[in-house]
């Protein structure tokens, strides 16, 4: 997942409505949103290469159904190949009942052996941010200010990407207006680059930073698989529903 956008109890009877876009190498293979044969309370995407996933959320939970998602640090020069997946992060979340405190308190005691990643994950009660990479954020790892809309990117939560800065605008005028779930996905649907002078400086060449720009990314060999937008209510099951948005998806038989 390389953008999410999501309100946190900003609507009535809705506690976490969150849009989002996976980007990764189309030749990666994967299996569309829907529940998992091995734990069937999943429903989510899964990675066939690394086992994980990148958003996805879990019908139980000691507060009712729980939401999680993950997005890449893009530090090009920290990255380390020996690292584990980091889609696992999302997976044992929703496969376990254990509450966000306790599971993010775990992968801290764990140590770092991940590249750089932003983890949302909670419930309707409680939602945080965690990335190995924010240690000098106040919000890292400590609950969500309710009532707020957020972004992240391949940086930090909020950090004002030219990409999150645009979605999150037009993610708070589309609840403003209460608008239908297609026009979510129209926003995710933008293919529109920024200028070169808000582009992020992320130790990548300035040709990949402007392939990289656009919410909706389409370039050879890479780009979004797909667009996601996941409800959680109160006192109902969540919904998340999903849509390939390019071509070259590998799906298992």
Same mark, same amino acid.
């Given at each position: 997942m390389c953008l999410i956008v999501f309100a946190w109890h900003v609507l009535p009877g809705m506690p976490v409505i969150a849009a989002a876009n996976r980007d990764e190498f189309y030749d990666r293979p994967a299996t569309p949103a829907g529940p998992w044969l091995d734990a069937p309370h999943v429903i989510a995407g899964r990675d066939l290469q690394g086992g994980g996933s990148w958003m996805g959320?879990? %019908? =139980?939970? &000691? $507060?009712?159904?729980?939401? /999680?998602? +993950?997005? $890449?640090?893009?530090?090009?020069?920290?990255?380390? %190949? !020996?690292?584990p997946s980091r889609g696992a992060l999302? /997976? !044992?979340? +929703? @496969?376990? !009942? =254990?509450?966000a405190p306790d599971y993010l308190? @775990?992968? =801290?005691?764990?140590? !770092?052996? #991940? $590249? *750089? #990643? $932003?983890?949302?994950l909670g419930d309707g009660e409680s939602l945080y941010w965690y990335s190995n990479r924010g240690g000098a954020d106040p919000r890292n790892g400590q609950p969500l200010e309710r009532g707020r809309i957020y972004g992240i990117s391949?940086? %930090?939560l909020d950090a004002p990407w030219p990409k999150v800065l645009r979605t999150k605008a037009q993610f708070a005028s589309l %609840? &403003?207006? *209460? /608008?239908?779930e297609d026009a979510y996905f129209e926003m995710l649907a933008d293919t529109t680059r920024a200028p070169d002078v808000r582009l992020p400086e992320t130790g990548m060449p300035i040709e990949v930073e402007r392939m990289l720009s656009p919410v909706c990314i389409e370039t050879p060999g890479y780009g979004t698989r797909t667009s996601t937008v996941v409800? +959680? #209510?109160? *006192?109902?099951?969540?919904? +998340?529903?999903? @849509? =390939?948005v390019q071509p070259g998806v590998v799906e298992a038989q």
């Open positions: 959320v879990s %019908l =139980v939970g &000691c $507060n009712g159904p729980r939401f /999680a998602a +993950l997005t $890449n640090i893009r530090a090009p020069e920290e990255r380390r %190949l !020996d690292a999302v /997976a !044992d979340f +929703l @496969r376990e !009942d =254990v509450t308190r @775990r992968i =801290v005691e764990h140590g !770092d052996v #991940y $590249n *750089g #990643y $932003n983890l949302v391949n940086g %930090l %609840l &403003c207006q *209460g /608008a239908p409800k +959680l #209510y109160k *006192g109902m099951e969540p919904e +998340l529903h999903e @849509r =390939v």
